[in-house]
């Protein structure tokens, strides 16, 4: 079976400095996989990679079995990647329906229409509005993104993502930032996403992965450290040293 | 002497004057800009106050030259306290924009109060005797008074670069420079060291506008006209960088005086052509971080 | 909690959401307000038709800057440059090939719509400061290309002597300004309807979004360097019209319509109306305009300290320019009873 995405030997240092050494790694379609690793291991930086933010110094990075490593952030997006960002990305003056609209528009490559009044296109609007009703935020349409409670702008930030209908959905640290009354929220929108999306998430919470993860990917210094099941990574020796480490000094 | 050499010497030793006061003014924006993200385009304001204040000093009450140059850069440090605290530190959070018009809208008043004050003509520079008239070192002499800007400078930017280096101020300001957030953590006491880099910075912007009045005449629309020149040097050298701006100094100096000199028709395109050529390669400048 | 149904007081019905976004871009009836001024000027103040031609330019030049600078966050100090090329590219062509005013628009649209084209390929891949020095360098360079190639510009000089025909061969501009204003209001409708509906489009709506969160807009697929090098064009060519059209109006071209002060002037008319609304630029153009006849001649020195003052103080205080004081007024008056 063609992963959704691989990476092969990919390799990123800033000067003398790996921040990614020789990372290989897969993603199934449909997968619920969890990256983790402690503070500094590099799992920002496999995004950015993998999302075409940065450029990697080696390697290869495959979306669907064709190679993106050269492509453009937006090229990526266009061949099925979306992402959520570990701090709110959000256009934080229009109201949550122009956000996700925003994001369905380019979806259908209508973002660069100059000869017609965005409203005309009311098929668009309605499918971002389908989308919040989705995620329970439709009431909150018309609502300025920055006078949003930081909970539902975390929900923004993954209904926009899903307006690009994403094969490979990257969602960093979708939690984040979340009072922990509300984080309960997310973790269903989470855990309901549609089947067909293979999802890699990036996170510090462990309750948040054993739950929701069927594979974990172990990061530490920029390398793959081991991968495997839960019940696998929990059990594993290696893994305890570097968290319990990791925790011990706070 | 071979003409062309003798013409590379006065290129190379005028350009260098030029750099050196293009470098002691722009600094302090580089600074300002790495420490604080703030797009101070008025910063060529402390440079034309110093020189108005040099001038003035010297001309009218006959105070002796260094005397005047320490007095106005004194005088453009403690001015600049004032607008930093009461009104430039409002707008560190604002947008580019907003510090954009409000720094535009300082250069407007600041050209029709010196306007006001001292009238449309520039400043005449009347120096001290021992430093008018050539200097001579054997192989050929110099203009004394660019020989002695250009040592002057050059001290002044050891004395600075070491004072970085070395101090806790300056150790202070790097670690701001890198890293904000972490430099707060470690209690260092941002404010403070906003208010005291900014009032180097205009201090520094004063004495360069006081030595280099000779290159740069002192005139209402000083700010405006070499406010490229001064962004140049810190686009080219990288924001927040110390001695990139030194570099970018040197080269854009030496370069704009040799074109002008080798080829007048062209020479004033050319330094653009140059920078934009150059930032196309290197978006950051040349030390800067992507 | 997150999930409460906010209570229907607090927020609008669930359907109507879409609604009132699919009608967003309907013409209110105040959008005609500016039109009416314009018409009715014409017949009110006859003797004031020059200024009032000059004014609608100003008005074309700052909505041109409004969609680069309010709408995409582009800030530049060098529109001047765009808007020179255009005067320039007008007033040689009626010298040299024909007084054709309507041809000679096309021309000055299409050189400075080439010049912002290359020069925004250049500029946009930079941003901040360096963005804003090179917009500076390029008009310094532009400026003195100008000011260099005497044997076309005329230099210091400027372009004299530029006759301009009839418009459609019928109406000959006249000593009174009357055709002036006219022909300038026309364009400025052509255009005014042609930037709303680009600012209403999907295309002006992923401008605002770069404004507001470029990160975003890469993360949904969006070309940015495209779309702004497009808006970048765009914008030139309209401020190459506003210069055409000085130049047709004035008959004459000199060196200052490339300055830092014009570009400086015309950002400054747009913040004072107000950014990013399309109808700052009505208002902020109209109103500086009007004021600088009557006091900048008075005193031009204290002219200039009253704009920084201005400007300081809209920065501080009035970040949305007049109408941004309107609107607030508005909400004041709407929630009183």
Do not use: C
């Not at chain 2, 535009?104 to 009347?126: D, H, K, N, T």
């Not at chain 2, 040799?258 to 028709?265: Q, T």
């Not at chain 3, 804003?132 to 290309?145: C, D, G, K, V």
């Amino acid at each position: 079976m063609i992963p959704a995405l691989e990476t092969i030997g990919l390799k990123k240092s800033f000067g003398a400095l790996p921040v990614a050494n020789d990372i290989n790694f897969r993603l199934a379609p449909g997968a619920r996989h969890a990256l983790i690793g402690p503070n500094g291991a590099g799992k920002t930086t496999f995004i950015n990679l993998i999302t075409g933010r940065l450029e990697p110094s080696a390697g290869e990075i495959k979306l669907g079995g064709a190679e993106i490593t050269r492509l453009s952030q937006s090229g990526r997006v266009k061949r099925g990647l979306g992402r959520t960002f570990q701090i709110n990305t959000l256009f934080k003056g229009l109201s949550v329906l122009e956000n996700v609209t925003m994001a369905v528009s380019e979806r259908h490559g209508a973002g660069g229409d100059m000869f017609r009044f965005a409203g005309s296109r009311r098929d668009l609007v309605e499918e971002a509005y389908d989308l919040l009703e989705r995620l329970r935020l439709g009431n909150d349409a018309l609502l300025p993104v920055k006078e949003l409670p930081y909970g539902k702008q975390r929900l923004v930030e993954i209904a926009i993502a899903l307006g690009l209908r994403p094969s490979v959905l990257l969602l960093d640290e979708p939690a984040a930032g979340v009072p922990s009354a509300e984080t309960e929220i997310i973790l269903n929108v989470i855990e309901n996403l549609p089947g067909d999306i293979a999802v890699l998430i990036i996170e510090h919470d462990m309750d948040l992965v054993f739950r929701f993860a069927k594979k974990i990917t172990v990061l530490v210094q920029g390398a793959v450290l081991v991968e495997g099941t839960p019940a696998e990574i929990a059990a594993d020796a290696r893994v305890r040293e570097v968290y319990l480490g990791e925790h011990s000094h706070g | 002497m071979d003409v062309f050499f003798s013409a590379s010497i006065s290129i190379l030793f005028h350009g260098l004057a030029f750099a050196m006061v293009l470098y002691i003014i722009s600094v302090g924006l580089s600074v300002t800009m790495g420490l604080m993200g703030f797009a101070n385009l008025a910063h060529g304001v402390f440079a034309m106050a110093g020189g108005y204040l040099t001038t003035t000093a010297m001309n009218t009450y006959g105070v002796p030259f260094g005397f005047a140059l320490v007095f106005a850069a004194v005088a453009v440090a403690l001015l600049s306290v004032v607008l930093e605290r009461f009104l430039y530190a409002r707008l560190y959070g604002a947008g580019e924009l907003e510090q954009v018009l409000f720094t535009i809208g300082l250069i407007f008043m600041a050209v029709a109060v010196v306007r006001y004050i001292w009238g449309p003509l520039p400043q005449r520079m009347l120096l001290p005797a021992a430093l008018s008239g050539q200097i001579d070192f054997g192989f050929r002499s110099f203009p004394t008074y660019r020989t002695f800007l250009i040592a002057i400078s050059l001290v002044l930017i050891v004395v600075l670069w070491l004072g970085i280096e070395r101090t806790n101020f300056g150790a202070q300001v790097r670690a701001a420079v890198d890293n904000r957030r972490m430099a707060e953590s470690l209690g260092i006491n941002t404010g403070r060291l906003f208010t005291l880099t900014f009032a180097l910075g205009s201090g520094l912007a004063a004495l360069g506008g006081g030595l280099g009045a000779d290159i740069l005449a002192i005139h209402p629309a000083y700010a405006f006209e070499y406010l490229v020149y001064f962004l140049m040097v810190v686009a080219v050298g990288g924001l927040g960088s110390i001695r990139g701006p030194f570099v970018a100094a040197v080269l854009l100096g030496v370069s704009d005086t040799a074109f002008k000199y080798l080829v007048p028709e062209v020479g004033a395109f050319v330094i653009y052509i140059a920078v934009i050529g150059l930032l196309l390669w290197r978006p950051a400048g040349l030390f800067g971080r992507a | 909690m997150i999930f409460k149904r906010p209570s229907s007081s607090d927020s609008a019905p669930s359907d109507s959401a879409v609604e009132q976004m699919v009608r967003s871009h309907r013409l209110r009836p105040l959008e005609l307000l500016p039109w009416i001024v314009v018409v009715g000027a014409y017949f009110v103040f006859p003797e004031y038709l020059p200024l009032g031609s000059q004014i609608l330019i100003m008005i074309l030049f700052a909505i041109s800057l409004d969609l680069i600078l309010g709408y995409a966050g582009i800030i530049t100090l060098g529109h001047s440059a765009l808007f020179g090329v255009g005067a320039y590219a007008a007033g040689i062509y009626a010298l040299h090939v024909t007084g054709e005013p309507l041809s000679g628009l096309v021309v000055a649209a299409v050189a400075a719509g080439i010049v912002g084209f290359v020069s925004g390929l250049v500029i946009l891949r930079t941003h901040g400061l360096t963005l804003l020095m090179l917009t500076l360098a390029i008009t310094f360079l532009i400026a003195e290309l100008a000011n260099k190639a005497g044997f076309i510009t005329g230099g210091a000089d400027g372009l004299q002597g530029i006759a301009m025909q009839e418009i459609f061969g019928q109406f000959r501009f006249d000593m009174f300004g009357r055709t002036a204003y006219v022909y300038s209001a026309v364009v400025l409708f052509l255009v005014w309807l042609f930037a709303r509906l680009l600012v209403h489009s999907p295309f002006g709506r992923s401008l605002t979004g770069i404004r507001e969160n470029v990160t975003r807009m890469h993360a949904i697929g969006t070309p940015v360097r495209k779309r702004l090098v497009t808006v970048y064009t765009i914008s030139a060519m309209l401020a190459g019209l506003a210069g055409g059209l000085l130049t047709h109006t004035t008959q004459f071209v000199g060196l200052s319509v490339l300055s830092f002060e014009r570009s400086g002037e015309i950002v400054i008319m747009l913040i004072l109306g107000g950014i990013g609304r399309l109808y700052g630029a009505f208002v902020g153009a109209a109103v500086y305009m009007i004021a600088q006849d009557e006091l900048a001649k008075a005193d031009p020195v204290f002219w200039y300290f009253w704009i920084g003052l201005l400007l300081v103080l809209i920065v501080m205080f009035a970040r949305g320019g007049i109408l941004g004081l309107v609107d607030q007024a508005l909400r004041l008056v709407r929630r009183k009873p």
